[in-house]
T-cell receptor, first 116, second 117 residues
Framework: EAGVTQFPSHSVIEKGQTVTLRCDPISGHDNLYWYRRVMGKEIKFLLHFVKESKQDESGMPNNRFLAERTGGTYSTLKVQPAELEDSGVYFC??????????????FGPGTRLTVL | AQKVTQAQTEISVVEKEDVTLDCVYETRDTTYYLFWYKQPPSGELVFLIRRNSFDEQNEISGRYSWNFQKSTSSFNFTITASQVVDSAVYFCALSEAGSNSGYALNFGKGTSLLVTP
């Protein structure tokens, strides 16, 4: 069974540009999460999808971030326009069943975003 | 407020030594879940264990063992006879059933473990 995959693995962009990160969850997993870790800080929750619906986006830092999950499959996270403080590692995770807080979240390798 | 505290930022041990990684958590929920993840140099977060708040039984998996103590709000992780391949960053995380972010993991800052030959 393939794990969670993320693309790209690295992205270097200039301030003001747009970047789109992609996450493919484990097949059949209804739940998809985005997290990020900025330098020296904890890994922080951004948002949670259940299938194609946003269940919780309380962690999204501001309206420069837009997440979508078309058809309940893969998800994209767009940053527009990117700022220096957006640099960090963006992780995606998925878990199988709806409404089960105990379900283990399985993580992808992350996308390292550098904004210059 | 910090919900998960990993006080040890970096630990260095020599191969075959035992090492314990500390994790202290804070929650008002009676139902919650605790996790440990390993981040090797390749970067992905690898799931190690999940524990629910009603199960204080300690767990052993090979060289890994976990000590869950509700009385001290701790969920410590011990590696016995450490190996170079254990070198990684280890994260402790908490999920609270009653949280507004019901399914979000609250992570500690991680402990970087270096095992030298």
């Amino acid at each position: 069974e393939a794990g969670v995959t993320q693309f790209p693995s690295h992205s270097v962009i200039e301030k003001g540009q747009t970047v789109t990160l992609r996450c493919d969850p484990i097949s059949g997993h209804d739940n998809l999460y985005w997290y990020r870790r900025v330098m020296g800080k904890e890994i922080k929750f951004l948002l949670h999808f259940v299938k194609e619906s946003k269940q919780d986006e309380s962690g999204m830092p501001n309206n420069r971030f837009l997440a979508e999950r078309t058809g309940g499959t893969y998800s994209t996270l767009k940053v527009q326009p990117a700022e220096l403080e957006d640099s960090g590692v963006y992780f995606c995770a998925s878990s199988p069943r709806q409404r089960r807080t105990s379900d283990t979240q399985y993580f992808g390798p992350g996308t390292r975003l550098t904004v210059l | 407020a910090q919900k998960v505290t990993q006080a040890q930022t970096e630990i260095s041990v020599v191969e075959k030594e035992d090492v314990t990684l500390d994790c202290v958590y804070e929650t008002r929920d009676t139902t919650y879940y605790l996790f440990w993840y390993k981040q090797p140099p390749s970067g992905e977060l690898v799931f190690l264990i999940r524990r629910n708040s009603f199960d204080e039984q300690n767990e052993i998996s090979g060289r890994y063992s976990w000590n869950f103590q509700k009385s001290t709000s701790s969920f410590n992780f011990t590696i016995t006879a450490s190996q170079v391949v254990d070198s990684a960053v280890y994260f402790c995380a908490l999920s609270e059933a009653g949280s507004n972010s019901g399914y979000a993991l609250n992570f500690g800052k991680g402990t970087s473990l270096l095992v030298t030959p």
